[in-house]
Every structure is written in structure tokens, then in C-alpha cells.
């Protein structure tokens, strides 16, 4: 059974970095799709950003364009989201999540089958 466990998550203030990864178990994640969500309060959970395993193709949402950078370790089964120039609006609990099936809109929720539990980015300003 695959469990993704994110880790790092903390209170920064605005204009710092951080950076949070997510581990897996219980299965290779080397030839998954992996993906980054966030949720802050009272807001749908939405898509950050997505690694492709296949050519390690990465992709963002427009809010974290140029200022986030997914990445795959996959000798060591983790996947990481580094974060610079956090705003407040960053503010939320991020999830990682892994696809087992090639299809669907890679910044659809319903794409992904596992997911972490999710980890809490607080920005303050």
C-alpha cells in the first residue's frame, strides 16, 4: 500500500524560502506523475505544480510561476517543492499527491490516486 508523507512545512515570513518534500512507501514512485496541491482556509484545494516521470517535465499554476520548482529524487522515493519569495497568499496546507494511470488533466484532483496527509505553510506578512 503506497503512503506519500510531506514533511518541512512551518511558519516563514514573507519573502523567504522553504522548502517541503514528500516521501513515499510502499511503492517506487519513479514511473509516477506527482503533483503538489495546496488549500488555504475556506478555499477548494488547487494545483501548484506537476513533475512528469516520464521526461521530468515540470508545470506550474500562474500564482507560483518563476517563484516554485518541483523536483523527483527517485533513488531516494521523494519529491520536493521548493519555495521562494512566499507571499501570505501561499498560506495553506500543501499535499502531495502521485497518478497511477497515464490520463486525465494533470491539474485535476481527480487525476491522482494517493495523497500525504498535508503539511501547513504559514507566510505571514
Known amino acids: 500500500q503506497l503512503q506519500l508523507t510531506e514533511s518541512g512545512g512551518g511558519l516563514v515570513q514573507a519573502g523567504d524560502s522553504l522548502k517541503i518534500s514528500c516521501t513515499a512507501s510502499?511503492?517506487?514512485?519513479?514511473?509516477?506523475?506527482k503533483a503538489w496541491f495546496r488549500q488555504a482556509p475556506g478555499k477548494d484545494r488547487e494545483f501548484v505544480a506537476r513533475?512528469?516521470?516520464?521526461?521530468?517535465?515540470?508545470y506550474y499554476a500562474d500564482s507560483v510561476k518563476g517563484r516554485f520548482t518541483i523536483s523527483s529524487d527517485n533513488a531516494e522515493n521523494t519529491m520536493y517543492l521548493q519555495m521562494n519569495t512566499l507571499k501570505p497568499e501561499d498560506t495553506g496546507v500543501y499535499y502531495c499527491?502521485?497518478?497511477?494511470?497515464?490520463?486525465?488533466?494533470?491539474?485535476?484532483?481527480?487525476?491522482?490516486?494517493?495523497w500525504g496527509q498535508g503539511t501547513q505553510v504559514t507566510v505571514s506578512s
Open positions: 510502499g511503492r517506487n514512485l519513479s514511473r509516477n506523475n
Open positions: 513533475i512528469s516521470w516520464r521526461d521530468s517535465e515540470d
Open positions: 499527491a502521485a497518478q497511477v494511470m497515464g490520463l486525465g488533466n494533470p491539474r485535476s484532483l481527480a487525476t491522482y490516486d494517493y
